[in-house]
């Protein structure tokens, strides 16, 4: 798959193509609607398969202010690797673009890009405060694309959407978000030092340096860990580890059951599965650790590699 920022990049060399327009935030069922649109024209009329995104959330960058997201680029990336598509066209959002009438839209980065068939959703908002919309995209195909839009989607009585996802992720309702996905929801990232403490009491945690992705509610989990290729049951917990000395912030560790290697600076992905408990304070180390051995035990009966 071919990585093109469309507006870096001069005297661009494309073939026509059938894209998917959004920022695709989780790839939720919803988004997977465009990509399979995407690959059955493409397939029909020879097109290429594409997707068009941002490298950030416009609202993230218009507003300054912290932007929690629910998967990476990185992560985008390799999942359309495995839908076999051809391209991803990334803009990167800057004022420039914010402004952007949506007529210049359309002809800098859809005509001039050689795509043929858009493809969108219904609410799909573009250009200058979001004047472009799947109406002015028909409206300015004519005959240099043609747009297919895909109507709002619902699972039990819920509009499948990115903010519907966080809210169920805040809830620690992992379950429903991995059905709202057709996956678990996963965060990956390095393991970085902590305080060890998981360590001295029979229960040695990566920290996992979570970065900009949205952390679930606070609590433990029973998750499933993904390293060199390889896939291990494991424990996670969210939190600020009250029993000891409260961390200052969050953090992301988990407990991966049946591994002893070091690790440190590596890259673990964790997929949530269930929630097991709330995060809580025990009155002692001890009482504590006999918690952790019911929740690892609890895991290991509920939860199938």
């Known amino acids: 798959m071919e990585i093109i920022y469309l507006n870096e990049q001069n005297d ?7 894209v998917a327009l959004g920022f695709f935030d989780g790839f939720h ?8 649109e995407v690959i059955k024209v493409s397939k029909r009329d020879n097109l290429k398969k594409a997707l068009l995104t941002f490298d950030v959330h416009p609202r993230a960058y218009l507003t300054n202010q912290p932007f929690k997201y629910l998967m990476s680029l990185e992560d985008k990336i390799n999942l359309l690797k495995s839908y076999d598509f051809d391209y991803l066209f990334i803009l990167r959002f800057n004022h420039d673009i914010a402004k952007l009438m949506p007529e210049k839209f359309i002809q800098e980065f859809i005509i001039k890009s050689k795509i043929k068939h858009v493809v969108c959703g219904y609410d799909f908002r573009f250009g200058d405060r979001g004047r ?7 409206a300015y195909g004519h005959n240099d694309y043609q747009v297919t839009v895909i109507e709002k989607l619902e699972y ?3 509009k499948v959407s990115s903010s519907y996802l966080r809210e169920l992720l805040t809830k620690g309702d992992v379950e429903m978000a991995a059905k709202l996905l057709s996956r678990p929801y996963c965060i990956s990232g390095k393991v970085i030092y902590g305080r060890q403490n998981g360590r001295k009491i029979g229960f040695p945690t990566a920290n996992i340096d979570a970065k900009d992705y949205l952390l679930p509610e606070n609590g433990v989990y029973g998750a499933k860990v993904y390293f060199k290729d390889k896939v291990y049951l494991g424990m996670v917990n969210i939190g600020y580890n009250p029993t000891f000395t409260a961390l200052p912030g969050l953090s992301l560790e ?17 997929a949530f599965i269930k929630k097991i408990r709330m995060e809580k304070k025990f009155a002692s180390v001890e009482g504590l650790i006999e918690q952790l051995k019911h929740d690892r035990q609890q895991i290991k009966n509920e939860i199938i590699l």
């Not at 661009?12 to 059938?18: A, G, I, N, Q, T």
């Not at 988990?254 to 964790?270: P, S």
């Open 29 to 36: 069922l919803g988004h997977l609607k465009l990509v399979n």
């Open 12 to 18: 661009l060399k494309m073939e026509p193509s059938c």
């Open 132 to 138: 472009g919309n799947s109406e002015i995209l028909q």
């Open 156 to 158: 039990d009585h819920h």
């Open 254 to 270: 988990v407990n991966i059951f049946d591994f002893d290697e070091n690790i440190y600076g590596q890259v673990l992905t964790v």
